[in-house]
């Protein structure tokens, strides 16, 4: 099974890769946008795919045998596009996001169950975070991931500021796949990918 993955920058790829992969180990990822030599896109990148592609999705992800596609921001973004809600509950800002993308971004009305949404809460570092260290509270509501990954020596400052540097992000991508079921317990946008993309494996495009 191919899937294509539309991510916000390179941090997040190699995450979402190696959760797909734990859930089904012979699948094969795909990235679609950023291009990796273009480094980190934003989530005006994420939009700008959409938008570009909406028309024709269907027909596009045939040509490329593409069976399901992810397209992933950050629900920080909401503070951005002025729809963020108080945290927790994170689903009342992730919902809000998923209406956006589906209405706006793609035109449509109703997601096909061959396209995901992974929208992690704050950050997708949040799930990171409770793979390393499991049990601080309202992680998924916390601005301040990328300090509390410093502070345990998750990351180095100088892997902050450089967001093109992915090595340290691949180690604790694998160690966040394994630990998925500690995550999904915590963090309710982990757990909905991950209910989301078992059910498209039953429901491929092609």
Not at 183 to 204: G, K, L, M, W, Y
């Amino acid at each position: 099974m191919r899937i294509g993955i539309v991510a916000e920058g390179n941090t997040d790829f190699p995450v979402i890769m190696k959760i797909i992969n734990s859930l089904m180990a012979d699948a094969q990822c795909k990235r679609l946008s950023p291009p990796p030599l273009k480094g980190v896109g934003g989530w005006t990148s994420v939009r700008a795919w959409c938008r570009r592609n909406r028309k024709t999705l269907k027909a596009k992800l045939s040509l490329r045998k593409i069976d399901i596609l992810i397209l992933q921001i950050d629900a920080d973004v909401a503070g951005e596009l002025k729809i963020a809600e108080p945290c927790p509950p994170a689903s009342d800002t992730t919902e809000k996001l998923r209406k956006l993308i589906i209405e706006d971004w793609l035109g449509i009305d109703t997601i096909p169950p061959y396209v995901i949404l992974c929208i992690p809460s704050l950050r997708i570092e949040a799930w990171i975070v409770e793979a390393l260290i499991p049990g601080i509270k309202n992680i998924e509501c916390s601005n301040r991931i990328e300090e509390i990954m410093i502070y345990y020596n998750a990351i180095t400052e100088r892997v902050r500021r450089n967001k093109k540097s992915t090595r340290k992000y691949k180690e604790l991508a694998k160690i966040t796949a394994k630990k998925l079921d500690i995550i999904s317990a915590v963090c309710t946008e982990a757990d909905h990918f991950r209910q989301d993309i078992e059910n498209a494996f039953n429901n491929p495009l092609t």
